[in-house]
């Protein structure tokens, strides 16, 4: 199975991705995805990218992931769509919810729903990074 977002389009095993505790994003915006892992990556932080919700649940190191960001709006499963498989699966990881369309409705639900943060596109990855580092230490 390929692990999409990575340079080369290799499987996660044969990455950088060890099956140590990483970062996971999840983003169908290549662009995205790709500027936040390379910040992360730069910054030291292991980083695992997924081009979509299924590749990512299917991914067999889930259970080294400690931190999630993903995009709300996707094809097939969104991001609150996500977020309540991961809970239903056990995972009680911080969940960090971007969208380029910060509607107040869009912020109620992802809230109600547990989400950690809920971030407008776009924004800066070294203000991610700062979220999942207090996401991490509290």
Same mark, same amino acid.
């Given at each position: 199975?390929?692990?999409?977002g990575f340079e080369d389009e290799r499987t996660v095993e044969e990455q950088y991705v060890s099956p140590e505790a990483v970062i996971c994003v999840v983003d169908d915006d290549d662009e995205v995805r790709e500027s936040i892992g390379t910040f992360f990556r730069s910054a030291g932080v292991? !980083?695992?990218?997924?081009?979509? +919700?299924?590749?990512l649940l299917a991914w067999?190191?889930?259970?080294t992931m400690r931190c999630l960001i993903t995009d709300l709006t996707m094809p097939g499963m969104?991001?609150?769509?996500?977020h309540r498989e991961l809970r239903r699966l056990g995972s009680e !990881?911080? !969940?960090?919810?971007?969208t380029a369309y910060p509607s107040a409705e869009a912020r109620e639900r992802a809230e109600t729903q547990g989400v950690s943060s809920?971030? +407008?596109?776009?924004t800066d990855p070294e203000t991610?990074?700062?979220? !999942?580092? +207090?996401l991490l230490s509290s």
């Amino acid at each position: 199975m390929i692990f999409y977002g990575f340079e080369d389009e290799r499987t996660v095993e044969e990455q950088y991705v060890s099956p140590e505790a990483v970062i996971c994003v999840v983003d169908d915006d290549d662009e995205v995805r790709e500027s936040i892992g390379t910040f992360f990556r730069s910054a030291g932080v292991k !980083v695992a990218k997924f081009r979509n +919700a299924e590749d990512l649940l299917a991914w067999p190191n889930l259970p080294t992931m400690r931190c999630l960001i993903t995009d709300l709006t996707m094809p097939g499963m969104d991001g609150l769509e996500l977020h309540r498989e991961l809970r239903r699966l056990g995972s009680e !990881v911080p !969940v960090i919810l971007m969208t380029a369309y910060p509607s107040a409705e869009a912020r109620e639900r992802a809230e109600t729903q547990g989400v950690s943060s809920f971030v +407008a596109k776009p924004t800066d990855p070294e203000t991610l990074l700062e979220k !999942v580092e +207090a996401l991490l230490s509290s």
